[in-house]
C-alpha cells in the first residue's frame, strides 16, 4: 500500500503545504513568498479501479493500489524540445556547459543511475550568447534495474532539488522527450508534478527554502506501482528546467559547485529515505 496520496487528499495538501496551480501554460513562476509549491501534472486515483493491469494480467494489488494516472494533455510548464531547438527557440543549441555524474547509494556503493546536468544560454545558432545572462540548468537522471532496497527493489527518484540564488526570480518547465532512451531525446513516462522553492521532498512537510528549486515526479526503472496502461515504469526522467538570469554568469569550477545538487528517494512504496547528492552547475555569487 502506498504511504502517500494525491489528488483524492489535494485539498488536505493545499491546506498543509500551499499548494497552488499556476496560470501560465510553458514556464511556471516560483515565487519566493506565499504558496511553495506549484501544481504541475500531478497523479490522480483511476476510478473505478481497473479490472486488470495489462502487464500482470491480474487485479492491481499491494503497491500497485490506489491506481494513478496522469494526464498527457496538460501543458503546464510543458516544453517539446531541448533550448536551442526549433521547439524551444531563443537559446543558443549547444550548452555553455555540460557534465554527467553517477548516482551510488549504500554500502559497498552501488551504482543505480546517471545525472546529466547542463546550462544553455539565451541565444541564437550553436553557441551565441546574448548579453542578457539568462540561463536555462538542465537536469534528467537516467536509472537502471540495480537493486539497492531491500527487499528487492530498485533506487526511485522523488524529488530532484538544484541550489539557486536566494533572491532571484526562478522559472521551471520540464521536456519529456520523443522516443527512445537517448540521453537527449529519450521518453520519460511520468510528468513532473509539483515545482517549489523549497528543500523538502515526498513524505516532508514542506517548508520555504529559497536557495532551492525542487521538483517532485516519480523516476524507477522497476516499480512496484507499475500499473499498465495507467502507470508505467520509468527509468528515464523528464529533462526538468530552471530558468534563472545569472548576472556574473555560470559557475563551473569543482570546488565552487560540491553538493549543489540533491536527488531523493521519499519512500513512495515504504522504501527507506534516502538522498544522494552531486555536484552541480550555479550562477557565480
Known amino acids: 500500500m502506498k504511504v502517500h496520496s494525491h489528488l483524492t487528499a489535494l485539498a488536505a495538501v493545499a491546506a498543509a503545504f500551499g499548494v497552488a496551480a499556476p496560470a501560465q501554460a510553458q514556464w511556471v513562476s516560483l515565487p519566493t513568498s506565499g504558496t511553495i509549491l506549484q501544481t504541475v501534472n500531478p497523479k490522480t486515483v483511476v476510478s473505478p479501479t481497473p479490472a486488470t493491469c495489462t502487464n500482470t494480467g491480474v487485479a492491481p494489488t499491494g503497491d500497485q493500489l490506489p491506481v494513478e494516472q496522469q494526464s498527457a494533455s496538460l501543458a503546464t510548464g510543458k516544453f517539446t524540445g531541448l533550448p536551442g531547438s526549433a521547439a524551444m527557440p531563443g537559446y543558443a543549441s549547444t550548452p555553455v556547459a555540460s557534465t554527467s555524474y553517477t548516482l551510488q547509494t549504500g554500502s559497498p556503493a552501488k551504482t543505480v543511475g546517471t545525472l546529466y546536468d547542463r546550462v544553455y544560454c539565451a541565444g541564437s545558432g550553436t553557441t551565441t550568447c546574448n548579453a542578457t545572462k539568462v540561463y536555462v540548468f538542465a537536469t534528467r537522471a537516467i536509472l537502471n534495474t540495480t537493486v539497492a532496497n531491500p527487499p528487492n527493489l530498485t533506487f526511485e527518484i522523488n524529488d530532484f532539488f538544484r541550489t539557486v540564488p536566494t533572491a532571484a ?104 529515505i534516502i538522498s544522494i547528492s552531486t555536484s552541480g552547475y550555479v550562477c557565480k555569487p
Open 169 to 272: 526570480t526562478v522559472e521551471a518547465g520540464y521536456y519529456m522527450g520523443t522516443s527512445g532512451t537517448s540521453v537527449d531525446t529519450g521518453l520519460s513516462t511520468k510528468y513532473v508534478e509539483y515545482v517549489g522553492r523549497t528543500n523538502s521532498g515526498l513524505n516532508q512537510a514542506i517548508t520555504r527554502d529559497n536557495t532551492k528549486v525542487a521538483f517532485r515526479t516519480d523516476v524507477n526503472a522497476s516499480d512496484p506501482e507499475r500499473c499498465e496502461p495507467y502507470s508505467k515504469n520509468n527509468p528515464i526522467s523528464a529533462w526538468v528546467y530552471h530558468r534563472v538570469t545569472c548576472p556574473n554568469g555560470v559557475e563551473t569550477a569543482p570546488a565552487n559547485i560540491t553538493f549543489k545538487t540533491r536527488v531523493r528517494e521519499g519512500g513512495e512504496e515504504s522504501q527507506p
